[in-house]
């Protein structure tokens, strides 16, 4: 990270206190690097919690306000907790962001209710606690942003990662939802979708009987790098959008999802879907 001695006093997140979970890794550490650069107080807190803290203690090295965390998404009184914490020492939460994920990809046919269970527990679950948690707080200032991450995965069709696309897609509704509800008690929602994005979940994630190589190595698109992703997420929640769609390949695909019959766009997904399938380990 570079250094951020000269904080952006005229940025809007200046002096603002952000939590983002799932910190210590991608997309959540390049928000909170960004955000730092901009003059906010982060709190990065992760499953690792001892990663959180190494991150937290790089960017106070170079200059910014952060803190770590360890917290489990999935435990929704360790994130009240976690809330109230911040609240107590910062005196006020401006943006909780829901980052935190996990993906499983391989076939429904392949997975066990574990696997299922686990990544809407994660996905899903995870983001239910951080709105219970913040959400009155931020009604109570009658100000706050609660930004979600989603994914293309929650607005188009993602065979191979079916229980992933049911997290993103019910975070979406939870979403859009929650921001019409919210708008008028001066509380914004915002949810971000983004395509393929260059972090440790491509690489380190679990695969159910496929062969990871081989559909790594046949990805049509290159991956952005998440600082690119976290200034593009940032440049939307300061727009205040409602659906913060990141890479052109996820916003052609979203604009293609919406103007093409869904025939089209159901045939076009199981198309893709059968270079995907060649990488399968079990006999079909
Ligand atoms: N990378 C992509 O291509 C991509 C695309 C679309 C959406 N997303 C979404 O972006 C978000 C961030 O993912 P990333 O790509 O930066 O992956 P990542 O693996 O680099 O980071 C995810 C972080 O979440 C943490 N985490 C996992 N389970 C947790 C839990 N139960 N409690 C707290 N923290 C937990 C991990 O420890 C990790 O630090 C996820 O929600 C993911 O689904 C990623």
């Given at each position: ?25 991608g ?114 200032q ?49 949810v ?77 997904a ?14 079909t």
């Amino acid at each position: 990270m570079s250094s951020i001695s000269i904080v952006d006093t005229m940025s809007v997140f200046n002096g603002r206190v952000a939590i983002i979970t799932g910190g210590a890794s991608g997309i959540g550490r390049a928000l909170a690097e960004a955000l730092a650069r901009e003059g906010a107080e982060v709190v990065l807190a992760d499953l690792r919690g001892e990663r959180a803290l190494e991150v937290a203690a790089e960017i106070v090295k170079s200059g910014g306000r952060a803190r770590g965390a360890a917290l489990d998404v999935c435990d929704a009184a360790a994130f009240a907790a976690l809330v109230a914490a911040t609240v107590a020492e910062s005196g006020r939460l401006d943006y909780l962001f829901n980052n935190a994920g996990i993906a499983i990809t391989g076939e429904a046919r392949d997975m066990t209710l574990d696997d299922w269970n686990r990544v809407l527990a994660v996905n899903l679950h995870g983001v239910v606690h951080g709105v219970a948690a913040a959400y009155p707080v931020m009604i109570a200032q009658k100000s706050g942003h609660i930004v979600n991450t989603a994914s293309l995965a929650g607005l188009t069709a993602h065979p191979g990662l079916v229980a992933y696309a049911a997290s993103k897609h019910a975070v979406v509704g939870l979403s859009t939802s929650l921001r019409a509800e919210a708008a008028d008690l001066g509380v914004r929602v915002s949810v971000v979708c983004p395509g393929l994005i260059d972090t440790p979940i491509i690489t380190d994630s679990r695969f159910v009987n496929l062969d990871r190589e081989g559909v790594l190595a046949d990805l049509p698109f290159a991956a952005l790098p998440a600082a690119e992703c976290a200034q593009a997420i940032l440049r939307g929640v300061r727009r205040n959008r409602p659906v913060i769609v990141v890479t052109w390949v996820a916003k052609l695909t979203w604009l293609l999802q919406r103007l093409l019959p869904s025939r089209l766009t159901a045939w076009i997904a199981r198309a893709v879907h059968r270079r995907v399938r060649r990488h399968r380990r079990v006999a079909t």
